[in-house]
Every structure is written in structure tokens, then in C-alpha cells.
């Protein structure tokens, strides 16, 4: 048994005791510790005091990004176009690198999960009509996107329209084909989608969401066309590339034999920092399993499921994130990722048997062909 890659041993590890403990790193300043205690206690809902976490993200946000956005429109015009670019941007840039991360998720987690109580849940409208037109999601469409239709269907065509399944997932070009389908042709096959599912009520939404999104754009770039590009065009343009990019990377391991199991259409990353900065979203199987469970209970969730890895032959990943694992995969660097790869229970294989595994579940799988289960 030599040159044996996680080997059952590791079960007797502590296997995810730094995402346990690690601090939260996804807000840029927090609250003073009596307004947060006060907002943990009056506004959010039951005993979830941790998602003062998200909070802090959506105040974050409130208190910069959105400033800035109101000084370019006051500013372009007024003073010279390249200041008013230089400021945009800057916008852009902090915008990415400071928030854009830390509110895809909070915005994620809250969508599935409501944080507010009762009396104060018309504060989730500051994300899901507001804040989220700042980061390329257009009002309303996240949950018909994410919800809807991707948790519904789990990544399978042909109802999951930006399902991975089709594509050969370790080819750089059919990436850029998969991001490239979304920025252009979303806007159309989600609606249509929805449509088909009879889910009338979310295609409305859905659809009045994105025409008020691009009317506004149009009819802002004729009064300040600065400030709108860099406000609302640039980033919906990156962040539409960027939030497919995540997408391919966490659904780019599909086993084409069992392509609807969530232990086989995605994977695990433990004992990795990037949790620390994306409410835990490396717990990937274990969230397509239970969508609500919160995300701070993801990692001893994960602990409880363990033996689901064993029986299913499910990936788990440790000290690398599932952006990581994206790039080792595009660049052909599958024995790295081998050497990352965790066995709590699983087959036991050598690490090239490893990497072949890992071959096999990235090719591309034709949604009209039959599989020996059909016939049972």
C-alpha cells in the first residue's frame, strides 16, 4: 500500500478543528461591542447571535461603498472627467478586493437562512433590493437564480441552466465558454426556466427585477455615464464572470455515474483560512445537503456527516480552499490537489489511482444518456 494518499488514519485528527476556532475575517470594522450586543439581542432572529457577522457587512458596505457611489454621481459633471474616473476607479477596486467577497456570501447565507426577527425583517430589503445592485446581481434575481433554480435542481441539466455538467471542466476554454453563456444569456434562460417550472410568481420577480436594473443603468448613463460605468456596468460585468467562476469551481467535480448525488457533485474544503473570509462556504456538500443550516454550524455539521464520505465517496479537501482547487485543476496540477485530499473512510487508492479519480469526474456528461440505474 504504498504512496497512499489520506489514509484512514487521519479519522483519529481534530479534522476540522481550525474552522472550529479560526476568528471571522469577512467585515472590514465591526460595531462597538455594546450597539453589536444591542443589534444581537432586539434585531436578529432566535439565537443566532453569530450572524452579527453579516450584519456588520451590510453596515460596512452602508458606510463606504455606497457614500462613494453618491460622491462619483454628485461629482461627474462637475469637476474634471479624469478625477472623476481616478475616484471610479478606486470605487471599483475597493469595491472588489474590500466587500465584493464578504457580501456575495452574507448575501448568500442570508438569502437562504431570513437573520432578522419578525418586527425587523424589512431590513433584509437593504440587500435584496439594494446593496446587491452594487455587486452584479440585479434586484430580486439572486433568489430565482440561486434558489430557485440551482438549489432545486443541484447543478443537473438540463433545468440547472448553469449546471457544469456539460462541460469538460479542466479545459480553460470551456470555462470561458460556461462564464461567457451566463454574462450573456442568463438574463434569458433563467426566466424561461422558471417559466417552464411553472414557478410564475419567482419568473415575475425575476424578470421585473432585471428590466427596472437595466432601465436604470440606461436612463443614469445619459445623466452621468462616469459614474454609471463604474458604479453599476464594470461591476456587473466582472462580478457576472466571477460569481460563474465560483460556481464552476465548486460543481467541478461531477461523477458521471452518479451525477445527482450531492457527495458526488461537489466537495468539501476544511482547515483552509478562505473560511474564515466566506462564512464557511467551503462546506460545500454539506450546505446542497441541508440548505438551512446556518453557516456557522457548518463545520460541526460536517463532523456529524462523516461517515456519509465514507459511504459515498465523497471529495474533502484540507488547507486549501475551493478557489484553489479551481486553479490547480484549470493548470493541470492534479497530483498537488492529490496531495490536499482527505480520506475519512473512502476508498483507499494510490495517489495515481487518485488523480485518474479525479480525471474521471471532470469530463463532460451527455444529459440524455441512460445509465445502469435506470434500469433498476
Request: hydrophobic share 40%; net charge negative.
Amino acid at each position: 500500500m504504498e504512496n497512499q494518499v489520506g489514509t484512514k488514519s487521519e479519522m483519529d485528527l481534530e479534522i476540522n478543528q481550525l474552522d472550529l476556532e479560526q476568528s471571522r475575517n469577512e467585515h472590514f470594522f465591526a460595531l462597538p461591542n455594546g450597539i453589536s450586543k444591542w443589534i444581537a439581542i432586539n434585531i436578529l432572529k432566535g439565537k443566532e447571535e453569530k450572524n452579527i457577522f453579516i450584519v456588520y457587512v451590510m453596515i460596512d458596505i452602508l458606510l463606504t461603498t455606497v457614500p462613494l457611489a453618491i460622491a462619483l454621481y454628485a461629482l461627474d459633471g462637475r469637476v474634471p472627467d479624469f478625477f472623476t474616473s481616478f475616484l471610479g476607479l478606486f470605487y471599483v477596486l475597493f469595491n472588489l478586493f474590500i466587500h465584493a467577497r464578504s457580501f456575495i456570501l452574507a448575501f448568500h447565507y442570508s438569502t437562504h437562512t431570513p437573520i432578522f426577527n419578525r418586527k425587523w425583517n424589512f431590513l433584509k430589503h437593504i440587500n435584496t433590493s439594494i446593496l446587491c445592485n452594487l455587486f452584479g446581481m440585479p434586484l430580486w434575481t439572486y433568489y430565482a437564480h440561486h434558489i430557485a433554480m440551482h438549489h432545486c435542481e443541484n447543478n443537473v441539466i438540463p433545468h440547472d441552466v448553469s449546471s457544469t455538467m456539460p462541460y469538460q471542466r479542466d479545459s480553460k476554454l470551456e470555462h470561458l465558454k460556461y462564464m461567457l453563456r451566463y454574462v450573456f444569456l442568463i438574463w434569458f434562460e433563467l426566466p424561461y426556466h422558471l417559466i417552464q417550472q411553472k414557478r410564475y410568481k419567482v419568473a415575475t420577480r425575476c424578470l421585473v427585477g432585471t428590466l427596472i436594473f437595466f432601465i436604470s443603468i440606461y436612463y443614469l448613463f445619459q445623466l452621468r455615464p462616469i459614474a454609471t460605468l463604474f458604479v453599476f456596468i464594470l461591476p456587473t460585468t466582472i462580478l457576472s464572470f466571477a460569481l460563474m467562476e465560483g460556481n464552476w469551481k465548486q460543481h467541478i467535480f461531477v461523477d458521471p455515474d452518479d451525477p445527482e448525488n450531492i457527495y458526488k457533485s461537489t466537495y468539501t474544503c476544511i482547515n483552509t483560512s478562505t473560511n474564515s473570509l466566506n462564512f464557511n462556504d467551503g462546506y460545500h456538500i454539506e450546505h446542497h445537503e441541508n440548505p438551512g443550516i446556518p453557516w456557522h454550524c457548518l463545520p460541526k455539521y460536517f463532523q456529524s456527516r462523516i461517515a456519509n464520505y465514507a459511504e459515498q465517496d465523497g471529495f474533502i479537501f484540507t488547507n486549501i480552499g475551493s478557489g484553489q482547487v479551481g486553479r490547480l485543476v484549470l493548470n493541470g496540477q492534479l497530483e498537488q490537489l492529490a496531495d490536499r485530499y482527505l480520506n475519512v473512510g473512502q476508498k483507499i487508492r494510490t495517489k495515481e489511482e487518485l488523480v485518474e479519480e479525479f480525471k474521471r469526474r471532470l469530463q463532460p456528461i451527455d444529459p440524455s444518456r441512460e445509465t445502469e440505474a435506470d434500469f433498476v
